[in-house]
């Protein structure tokens, strides 16, 4: 009788005889149930972090691709707040041209009275004086106007750097000096300029007066440059939110997890490692069997 087959546990078609020495049918649902853990312990995680991917071993690829479109997302972001930065210096120097030109839209008003002959040269002296200081005035905003504490009206170039992570693209603006002697690009100058006396074409308040429309002029054309800047800025702004919105999709589709399918595979998992803790005692229990034997 010791040697009868009294039992066919075991897995596929190899029999495997009643024994106290290995429970073979516990071993199997131990393994399984090990597998079972992992794989709710994995499911666990990524309900917690939202992600697909947690670890290399998740989806090496999937990985490799989720990150490389994480680099181009920050290089885009932070190329935006370059050209909003750049945007925002040419702005500062668009809101100084915008007071020189009410300044000189008073020194219009005043060369034009001391150009009449009803005046006399006391009051001429004093609308002088008042256009020394419009001049001085505008010397200072040409000299003191800064951005981020470098001058703004500097004439030289500044580069607007932007990255999308596997290109790179720099935009250069260009403000230029200001000053009474230096208006934009253009040759006019206010220095040697006077009110002390009515004049002529080549002298005095009349001259004067073709001086400051030629300095608006000249202050209209160098914002209209930068108008032109911040316009250009403000496209490559949209088109790289645009993009990081795009990358962003991607990237959320590459890594995000399906949260339906997620809970599903929970459930399901719980209930195998329930049932599986079952078979287990089931399992134990059956070599109990083997005590029938010594009765």
Do not use: P, W
Request: no cysteine; aromatic share 2%.
């Amino acid at each position: 009788m010791g040697n009868r087959e009294l039992s066919n546990i075991g897995r596929g078609t190899e029999t495997v005889g009643l024994s106290i020495l290995n429970n073979v049918s516990s071993l199997a649902i131990e393994s399984q149930l090990s597998a079972t853990q992992g794989d709710l312990q994995n499911t666990l995680t990524q309900l917690a972090t939202g992600s697909r991917i947690n670890s290399g071993a998740d989806d090496a690829a999937g990985l490799a691709i989720a990150n490389n479109l994480q680099a181009n997302i920050t290089a885009l972001t932070q190329s935006e707040r370059n050209a909003n930065d750049g945007m925002a210096m040419l702005q500062v120097a668009d809101g100084s041209l915008s007071q020189v030109t009410s300044l000189l839209n008073r020194a219009i008003t005043i060369a034009t009275e001391s150009a009449t002959g009803s005046i006399n040269n006391t009051q001429r002296s004093a609308l002088d004086a008042e256009f020394t200081q419009i001049k001085t005035e505008i010397d200072s905003i040409g000299q003191n106007t800064t951005f981020n504490g470098t001058s703004v009206f500097s004439g030289s170039s500044t580069s607007i750097f932007m990255k999308d992570g596997n290109s790179s693209n720099s935009v250069a603006v260009t403000v230029s000096t200001l000053g009474q002697g230096s208006f934009g690009t253009s040759s006019v100058s206010l220095q040697q300029d006077n009110l002390l006396t009515a004049g002529n074409a080549s002298s005095g308040a009349q001259k004067t007066l073709t001086d400051i429309s030629g300095a608006i002029s000249a202050v209209a054309a160098e914002r209209g440059n930068v108008g032109a800047s911040i316009n250009r800025l403000e496209a490559a702004t949209n088109v790289m939110a645009n993009q990081v919105l795009n990358l962003t999709s991607a990237e959320n589709g590459v890594t995000s997890a399906d949260v339906a399918q997620t809970v599903t595979n929970m459930s399901k998992d719980n209930i195998l490692l329930q049932t599986g803790m079952a078979a287990m005692a089931q399992a134990n229990s059956a070599q109990q069997q083997v005590l029938t034997l010594l009765r």
